[in-house]
């Protein structure tokens, strides 16, 4: 398909006007925002939430350190894993449908909870969890902006989704803890299925089914959905190997070269097929090439600064985790309270240069940090505020761009692009972070006292680490600009 074609098919299918029954509010819409921010609520509170009882779980279920990480790895793994197949499902059978069978699967697996006794019956929940989340995912924001005409509205919602999902992710660790003392760790999993019914609910009676003329009509791409799902489960593995086995290990080398020869492959699979399951066009068109490669840079700086930040706290300044915890107190209020600011400012600066300045923003706090964060927290503080403050524009921006750049009846696969390129680039980031660290800390980091030298290597990698992610965010930031100016 020529370039040409498939701008006309963008211009053609993307709808610029809604049928004069849209809501012309989000008030008109609560029902069906309260069933979206729900999906967003879970997607949020499932891991942060977890995390804080893994300790009680490896205790009850005798469960080893690989056990453990795989209680939390194995979701991760299959979500991203699955994310674009379900997106290509969901733009086929129905993103209301798909979503709501995936939310019934969410609150069956939660249930499922009270029967397990061992650590593989635990993953195999995860597992199940894993599925269900990939199932709605790419619906969450497809369906949101379907529901309205205008992208203000859009921009406004999705807003609110996120802000619902951001206050779960923050306060998640705390209420996990609260819960810990009076309760069963049994119940931060069961707390997933009210959570689902009010999703199911909300989106059941606040969504009209998909019309037939919204839908993808060709064939599932089977070959590229199998080659797809093992490239991203590869690259998300493969940053963990890096992390727990080091660099000097095959492991995760071998992992590094099975993604690349699956990519290839797919990328093979997707320009010969009839009916690919990612029409390879369409990500080249100027709105979702560089609303990628923006979420593709803030994904790789924020997990990178986030994993050495946490490292730096703890280890390198001797602050406890609540300290470390409060430590982030500024990402987590920009990140909740700075959605009052992404319409004003998109509004100022229009959606292209709010979209590639929030970016920047991340960047830049990347590089506060690598330079400068090891003279005082003070200089950490202004990092993670520049930081969030740039995560919490171009997550709704560059979103709503990249939906605007695809057809109608493509916005299922282009929602689960957008979550795809978040989860693999922030384990890239991670993996290049603590390899990094890896090759330049000589001894175990986790040394409870550190000679001076392997204070000043740590503080080396960090320097090292964060200007070559820097580097790399900065590139992307400057391709997607050249990309939205084409």
Same mark, same amino acid.
């Given at each position: 398909?020529?370039?040409?074609?498939?701008?006309?098919?963008?211009?053609?299918?993307?709808?610029?006007?809604?049928?004069?029954?849209?809501?012309?509010?989000?008030?008109?819409?609560?029902?069906?925002?309260?069933?979206?921010?729900?999906?967003?609520?879970?997607?949020?509170? &499932?891991?942060?939430? %977890?995390?804080?009882?893994?300790?009680?779980?490896?205790?009850?279920?005798?469960?080893?350190?690989?056990?453990?990480?795989?209680?939390?790895?194995?979701?991760?793994?299959?979500?991203?894993?699955?994310?674009?197949?379900?997106?290509?499902?969901?733009?086929?059978?129905?993103?209301?449908?798909?979503?709501?069978?995936?939310?019934?699967?969410?609150? %069956?697996?939660?249930?499922?909870? %009270?029967?397990?006794?061992?650590?593989?019956?635990?993953?195999?929940?995860?597992?199940?969890?894993?599925?269900?989340?990939?199932?709605?995912?790419?619906?969450?924001?497809?369906?949101?902006?379907?529901?309205?005409?205008?992208?203000?509205?859009?921009?406004?919602?999705?807003?609110?989704?996120?802000?619902?999902?951001?206050?779960?992710?923050?306060?998640?660790?705390?209420?996990?803890?609260?819960?810990?003392?009076?309760?069963?760790?049994?119940?931060?999993?069961?707390?997933?299925?009210?959570?689902?019914?009010?999703?199911?609910?909300?989106?059941?009676?606040?969504?009209?089914?998909?019309?037939? &003329?919204?839908?993808?009509?060709?064939?599932?791409?089977?070959?590229?959905?199998?080659?797809?799902?093992?490239?991203?489960?590869?690259?998300?593995?493969?940053?963990?190997?890096?992390?727990?086995?080091?660099?000097?290990?095959?492991?995760?080398?071998?992992?590094?070269?099975?993604?690349?020869?699956?990519?290839?492959?797919?990328?093979?699979?997707?320009?010969?097929?009839?009916?690919?399951?990612?029409?390879?066009?369409?990500?080249?068109?100027?709105?979702?090439?560089?609303?990628?490669?923006?979420?593709?840079?803030?994904?790789?700086?924020?997990?990178?600064?986030?994993?050495?930040?946490?490292?730096?706290?703890?280890?390198?300044?001797?602050?406890?985790?609540?300290?470390?915890?409060?430590?982030?107190?500024?990402?987590?209020?920009?990140?909740?309270?700075?959605?009052?600011?992404?319409?004003?400012?998109? &509004?100022?600066?229009?959606?292209?240069?709010?979209?590639?300045?929030?970016?920047?923003?991340?960047?830049?706090?990347?590089?506060?940090?690598?330079?400068?964060?090891?003279?005082?927290?003070?200089?950490?503080?202004?990092?993670?505020?520049?930081?969030?403050?740039?995560?919490?524009?171009?997550?709704?921006?560059?979103?709503?761009?990249?939906?605007?750049?695809?057809?109608?009846?493509?916005?299922?696969?282009?929602?689960?692009?957008?979550?795809?390129?978040?989860?693999?680039?922030?384990?890239?980031?991670?993996?290049?972070?603590?390899?990094?660290?890896?090759? %330049?800390?000589?001894?175990?980091?986790?040394?409870?006292?550190?000679?001076?030298?392997?204070?000043?290597?740590?503080?080396?990698?960090?320097?090292?680490?964060?200007?070559?992610?820097?580097?790399?965010?900065?590139?992307?930031?400057?391709?997607?600009?050249?990309?939205?100016?084409?």
């Amino acid at each position: 398909m020529s370039s040409e074609e498939t701008t006309a098919i963008v211009a053609e299918s993307t709808p610029t006007e809604r049928a004069s029954g849209s809501p012309q509010s989000l008030r008109e819409a609560w029902v069906a925002l309260a069933g979206l921010s729900a999906v967003f609520l879970f997607e949020m509170l &499932d891991n942060s939430i %977890l995390n804080v009882a893994l300790p009680t779980i490896g205790r009850e279920l005798h469960a080893s350190t690989t056990g453990l990480q795989w209680v939390t790895g194995a979701y991760a793994v299959v979500y991203g894993g699955l994310m674009l197949v379900f997106g290509a499902i969901s733009d086929r059978f129905g993103r209301r449908r798909v979503m709501l069978i995936g939310l019934a699967l969410l609150a %069956l697996a939660s249930l499922a909870t %009270l029967l397990v006794t061992t650590a593989a019956q635990l993953v195999a929940v995860r597992v199940a969890m894993g599925v269900a989340a990939a199932m709605t995912t790419p619906g969450s924001m497809a369906l949101a902006f379907r529901l309205f005409a205008s992208d203000r509205l859009r921009m406004s919602a999705i807003t609110l989704i996120s802000t619902v999902g951001l206050v779960g992710l923050a306060v998640g660790p705390t209420v996990g803890g609260f819960v810990l003392a009076v309760a069963p760790w049994q119940v931060l999993l069961l707390v997933n299925v009210p959570v689902a019914a009010l999703a199911f609910a909300g989106i059941r009676l606040g969504i009209a089914a998909d019309e037939p &003329d919204g839908l993808h009509h060709a064939r599932i791409d089977i070959a590229g959905g199998v080659l797809g799902t093992a490239t991203i489960a590869l690259a998300l593995v493969a940053p963990t190997l890096f992390v727990n086995e080091g660099a000097a290990s095959w492991l995760p080398w071998t992992a590094t070269l099975a993604a690349a020869a699956a990519a290839v492959g797919f990328v093979l699979r997707e320009r010969s097929a009839e009916h690919p399951l990612l029409d390879l066009t369409l990500v080249t068109q100027p709105l979702v090439a560089s609303g990628l490669a923006y979420k593709s840079a803030v994904g790789l700086a924020a997990a990178g600064m986030t994993y050495l930040v946490t490292l730096q706290l703890q280890l390198d300044w001797g602050w406890t985790p609540a300290m470390a915890a409060i430590g982030m107190l500024p990402q987590v209020v920009v990140l909740i309270a700075g959605g009052a600011v992404v319409n004003p400012l998109v &509004d100022r600066l229009g959606p292209g240069r709010a979209a590639w300045l929030s970016a920047a923003s991340v960047v830049a706090g990347l590089a506060v940090f690598s330079l400068l964060g090891r003279f005082g927290y003070g200089w950490v503080a202004v990092a993670l505020v520049l930081v969030a403050a740039g995560m919490r524009v171009v997550g709704v921006v560059a979103g709503v761009n990249v939906l605007n750049g695809l057809p109608e009846n493509r916005t299922g696969i282009g929602t689960a692009l957008i979550d795809t390129v978040s989860e693999v680039t922030s384990g890239i980031g991670i993996a290049i972070a603590g390899t990094i660290l890896a090759a %330049l800390f000589t001894g175990s980091i986790a040394t409870v006292s550190w000679t001076a030298q392997q204070t000043a290597e740590f503080r080396q990698a960090v320097l090292v680490g964060g200007l070559s992610l820097t580097a790399l965010a900065a590139g992307l930031v400057g391709f997607g600009l050249a990309r939205s100016r084409s």
